[in-house]
């Protein structure tokens, strides 16, 4: 997955994903406070400390106008996606710390969706804790959000790269139960490493059958 620090932030694109996409349109950013746009800089420049993100975090929760979910989701996926610096060492582990916060406040504007819940499915299986993001999966299955498209891709994308093909195969099949079958096509085919090679071949050949 490309680390690019910016991308998050562009404009959505017209791929598949882009329903889930996480940046905020014209209108909605020029409205968002100044520490919206605090957080973002200091997460663009590698100065964001975890102090810091909290701080900006809760003043976005909590403020006389909570920020919409949909921006609260873009600072998550790029803090997600944010390589190690010197003020933050795990992008994943804070976002994920930022995502109980926003849980715990309980705003109906800021309340996460299933796109929240996938971006930490994300930093777990980052963290190479997919048992973890299992038990979220299972989570977000209960919230009554509906079947979430980015999730489903994101458990079964983490178990391929860990080599559980088995689990990964298992889950696919779950999907192609509910008739998601066609979600297969958005998960990127691995091009390094022939043991990488012969676990695509194993799945795909699975989800033949």
Same mark, same amino acid.
């Given at each position: ?13 017209? %791929?598949?994903?882009?329903? @889930?996409?996480?940046?905020?349109? @014209? !209108? ?31 003043? *976005? ?9 949909? @921006? *609260? !989701?873009?600072?998550? %996926?790029?803090? @997600? ?15 994920? #710390? ?5 849980? &715990? ?10 796109? /929240?819940?996938?971006? *930490?499915?994300?930093?777990?299986? &980052? ?15 209960? /919230?009554?959000?509906?079947? !979430?498209?980015?999730?489903y891709n994101t458990i079964i994308d983490g178990f391929f790269k860990e080599g #559980? ?5 298992? *889950?696919?099949? #779950? ?35």
């Open positions: 997955m490309s680390r690019r620090r910016l991308s998050i932030f562009a404009s959505s694109s017209s %791929s598949a994903s882009s329903t @889930a996409s996480t940046s905020a349109p @014209a !209108n909605l950013v020029r409205a968002l406070p100044p520490a919206y746009a605090m957080f973002k800089q200091r997460l663009l420049s590698r100065t964001l400390g975890h102090d810091v993100a909290c701080q900006l975090f809760d003043g *976005l929760l909590r403020g006389a106008d909570p920020v919409p979910t949909r @921006a *609260l !989701n873009a600072l998550l %996926s790029a803090l @997600a996606r944010a390589p190690p610096s010197a003020a933050c060492s795990d992008g994943p582990s804070l976002a994920i #710390e930022l995502f109980k916060r926003m849980d &715990r406040c309980a705003s109906p504007l800021a309340a996460p969706t299933g796109y /929240t819940y996938s971006i *930490l499915i994300d930093c777990y299986r &980052r963290a190479h804790r997919l048992d973890l993001g299992l038990v979220i999966f299972g989570r977000l299955l209960k /919230t009554g959000l509906g079947q !979430n498209v980015v999730a #559980e093909v088995d689990k990964a195969y298992d *889950l696919f099949r #779950e999907m192609k139960n509910k008739a998601f079958h066609r979600m297969w096509s958005l998960i990127p085919q691995p091009s390094i490493g022939c043991a990488s090679q012969r676990q695509w071949t194993k799945l795909t050949t699975y989800s033949a059958r």
